[in-house]
């Protein structure tokens, strides 16, 4: 196989005829539904984007299990400026999409196995190493998409897994058959998994001696036996589903959350990567996470471009382009988010070498980078929505623009800066209401909350990490202390 284009992406993921629950439906073709398709949209612009001549250089590296070229989206990272070319590229498919594309989690997840295997091998003897080079080297060779499952639904906050009233509320091993091993469980918050070949699923957090059942990490395929996806709600989805598309904002791409149900799904041994190396666990998710904080440096920035643009292209429509507070609001907006992209390139310039031979993220800087995230994107929106002024929140619809009578009416008494029609005025107003209120907030508001951890999180690795005694120390020995 080799590199794919973004529509045999899209015949490859048709046919692994999946299934959902869609708002109270089961709809037979999952990829035409009206909530699925921009999402797929937005997962085929990564695959587009490797074989535009523009971007390919960006997009394509030779892998390190073979000598062949694949999709950035699938690279183990063989050095710092890998590290910094994977943000490079998630800020511009933020760019481009202006909206979560769905491919890191996968990647960043593969990244986290390869070197917690490495190491789990060393110390227990076990061969999961080899098992997912193998794994992987099949990835990047199809040029998959693969979903990295962490979240579990936890259940009751207070209780570990073993105390649960349901032990599923954790994923876990609940048999063991020749050859293989049953899980049971579910995953949350699964970005893009209705539009992935595989998953592979990961323990949420750091188990303990008597957890083992739920120190499990092992790849499926989405089409496996067993499973269910019931799609996630985002606000104002189904204006996707109306006639006239103007009041979606986002005009080609979007997002997808789906919860995720492993109801006994059987998992061959040779797909199985950690299966009760508890010591290990906290390790995995440690990894994943930082990666995928790491991530949000890039996406978020990209993104962030696409509101900060929209918000300047509304004030020269508003005709206030040259007010001074507006410039500054402008000024403030891309000093936010520019922040944020340097901790991004920061975490990954600084980023080191594993014992497997991968390059893992500045761990410290990763997670900086991130609780700036759960605030910036807010602050940028808050700004955003200042500028663009309260039509934002009352704007008549699309359908309504192409009633004769009051369709005249909009014309008329939404014009503002004559350099531009009323309905391209209404077009940027709707962008912005998807990123700041509508679809496009869930990628870019509750997500950079959430996603990759909430900032309680980044805080508790951030303490971790920061090395305090021996700033104390420092201190001590600075001043003549004892
Ligand atoms: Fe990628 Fe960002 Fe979406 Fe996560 S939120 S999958 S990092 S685009
Ligand atoms: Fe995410």
């Given at each position: 196989?080799?590199?794919?284009?973004?529509?045999?992406?899209l015949?490859?993921?048709?046919?692994?005829?999946?299934?959902?629950?869609?708002?109270?439906?089961?709809?037979?073709?999952?990829?035409?539904?009206?909530?699925?398709?921009?999402?797929?949209?937005?997962?085929?612009?990564?695959?587009?984007?490797?074989?535009?001549?523009?971007?390919?250089?960006?997009?394509?590296?030779?892998?390190?299990?073979?000598?062949?070229?694949?999709?950035?989206?699938?690279?183990?990272?063989?050095?710092?400026?890998d590290?910094?070319?994977?943000?490079?590229?998630?800020?511009y498919?933020g760019?481009?999409?202006?909206?979560?594309?769905?491919?890191?989690?996968?990647?960043?997840?593969?990244?986290?196995i390869?070197?917690?295997?490495?190491?789990?091998?060393?110390?227990?003897?076990?061969?999961?190493?080899?098992?997912?080079?193998?794994?992987?080297g099949?990835?990047?060779?199809?040029?998959?998409?693969?979903?990295?499952?962490?979240?579990?639904?936890?259940?009751?906050?207070?209780?570990?897994p073993?105390?649960?009233?349901?032990?599923d509320?954790?994923?876990?091993?609940?048999e063991?058959?020749?050859g293989?091993?049953?899980?049971?469980?579910?995953?949350?918050?699964?970005?893009?998994?209705?539009?992935?070949?595989?998953?592979l699923?990961?323990?949420?957090?750091?188990?303990?001696?008597?957890?083992?059942?739920?120190?499990?990490c092992?790849?499926?395929?989405?089409?496996?036996?067993?499973?269910?996806?019931?799609?996630?709600?985002?606000?104002?989805?189904?204006?996707?589903?109306?006639?006239?598309?103007?009041?979606?904002?986002?005009?080609?791409?979007?997002?997808?959350?789906?919860?995720?149900?492993?109801?006994?799904?059987?998992?061959?041994?040779e797909?199985?990567?950690?299966?009760?190396?508890?010591?290990?666990?906290?390790?995995?998710?440690?990894?994943?996470?930082?990666?995928?904080?790491?991530?949000?440096?890039?996406?978020?920035?990209?993104?962030?471009?696409?509101?900060?643009g929209?918000?300047?292209l509304?004030?020269?429509m508003?005709?206030?382009?040259?007010?001074?507070?507006?410039?500054?609001?402008?000024?403030e907006?891309i000093?936010?988010?520019?922040t944020?992209?340097?901790c991004?390139?920061?975490?990954?310039?600084?980023?080191?070498?594993?014992?497997?031979?991968?390059?893992?993220?500045?761990?410290?800087?990763a997670?900086?980078?991130?609780?700036?995230?759960?605030?910036?994107?807010?602050?940028?929106?808050?700004?955003?929505?200042?500028?663009?002024?309260?039509?934002?929140?009352?704007?008549?619809?699309?359908?309504?623009?192409?009633?004769?009578?009051?369709?005249?009416?909009?014309?008329?008494?939404?014009?503002?800066?004559?350099?531009?029609?009323?309905?391209?005025?209404?077009?940027?107003l709707?962008?912005?209401?998807?990123?700041?209120?509508?679809?496009?907030?869930?990628?870019?508001?509750?997500?950079?909350?959430?996603?990759?951890?909430?900032?309680?999180?980044?805080r508790?690795?951030?303490?971790?990490?920061?090395?305090i005694?021996?700033?104390?120390?420092?201190?001590?020995?600075?001043?003549?202390?004892?």
């Amino acid at each position: 196989m080799g590199l794919k284009k973004g529509d045999e992406y899209l015949k490859s993921i048709k046919s692994l005829r999946l299934k959902a629950h869609v708002l109270g439906e089961k709809p037979g073709d999952l990829p035409e539904h009206g909530l699925v398709e921009p999402s797929q949209k937005a997962v085929a612009f990564t695959y587009d984007a490797a074989q535009d001549k523009e971007t390919r250089d960006l997009f394509c590296v030779e892998s390190s299990l073979g000598k062949d070229v694949v999709n950035r989206f699938t690279h183990l990272h063989q050095s710092a400026d890998d590290l910094v070319n994977k943000v490079k590229m998630q800020r511009y498919c933020g760019v481009q999409t202006g909206c979560c594309f769905q491919r890191c989690v996968g990647l960043d997840a593969a990244n986290a196995i390869f070197s917690t295997t490495y190491e789990c091998d060393q110390k227990h003897g076990t061969n999961y190493h080899e098992r997912f080079k193998d794994y992987w080297g099949w990835i990047q060779q199809e040029d998959l998409v693969v979903d990295g499952a962490m979240t579990d639904p936890k259940g009751d906050r207070s209780k570990r897994p073993v105390e649960q009233p349901d032990p599923d509320l954790f994923l876990r091993i609940k048999e063991r058959r020749p050859g293989g091993i049953i899980i049971s469980g579910a995953k949350l918050h699964q970005t893009g998994m209705l539009n992935s070949h595989e998953i592979l699923v990961m323990p949420t957090l750091t188990m303990r001696p008597g957890e083992e059942p739920w120190a499990v990490c092992c790849a499926v395929p989405t089409s496996a036996e067993g499973i269910h996806y019931i799609y996630g709600r985002q606000a104002s989805d189904t204006r996707k589903l109306e006639t006239y598309k103007l009041d979606v904002g986002n005009p080609v791409y979007g997002g997808q959350e789906v919860m995720t149900v492993f109801e006994d799904v059987f998992v061959p041994a040779e797909r199985v990567f950690l299966d009760g190396e508890v010591d290990f666990s906290g390790v995995l998710v440690e990894r994943f996470a930082s990666y995928h904080r790491q991530s949000y440096g890039g996406c978020k920035a990209g993104v962030g471009d696409v509101l900060i643009g929209a918000t300047a292209l509304i004030a020269q429509m508003n005709g206030v382009d040259k007010a001074s507070h507006i410039t500054d609001k402008l000024v403030e907006m891309i000093h936010l988010n520019e922040t944020i992209y340097s901790c991004g390139i920061a975490c990954s310039a600084t980023g080191e070498q594993t014992a497997a031979g991968n390059f893992q993220v500045n761990m410290l800087l990763a997670n900086v980078c991130k609780l700036n995230v759960t605030r910036f994107p807010y602050e940028l929106a808050r700004l955003a929505t200042d500028v663009a002024g309260g039509l934002l929140g009352t704007m008549p619809s699309a359908a309504d623009l192409e009633d004769p009578l009051a369709g005249k009416y909009i014309r008329k008494y939404l014009a503002a800066n004559p350099e531009y029609a009323t309905v391209d005025r209404m077009k940027v107003l709707r962008l912005i209401e998807n990123l700041v209120a509508g679809a496009g907030a869930v990628g870019y508001l509750i997500e950079s909350m959430h996603g990759a951890g909430p900032p309680t999180a980044q805080r508790i690795m951030i303490r971790r990490q920061a090395k305090i005694d021996e700033k104390i120390d420092r201190v001590k020995a600075f001043l003549g202390i004892k």
